[in-house]
């Protein structure tokens, strides 16, 4: 599994998926962040963080996929 970004569709919170270690392959670090507008820049704040095994983010990541949760194709 690569890093990546899901987004809510219905609110403004994005899961952002990300390795613990640079070398890890076996953890991943999910965080839910809320976007936030401001003054012409886009700002996150971390609501949540959570470490999951490469499993548990891969079945939460193809769960919230089948529940209309978009893959934002670039980085912000």
């Known amino acids: 599994m690569k890093d990546g970004w899901l987004q809510n569709p219905v609110n403004k919170n994005i899961l952002r ?3 613990s270690q640079p070398n890890s392959g076996k953890m991943f ?11 012409q820049e886009i ?3 971390i609501k949540e963080k959570e470490i999951l095994k490469v ?6 990541w193809r769960n919230l996929k089948l529940k209309g949760w978009k893959e934002m194709k670039t980085k912000i």
């Open 17 to 19: 998926f990300y390795k």
């Open 29 to 39: 670090i999910v965080c839910i962040d809320e976007i936030v507008n401001k003054d």
């Open 43 to 45: 700002d996150f704040i």
């Open 55 to 60: 499993n548990e983010a891969v079945n939460l």
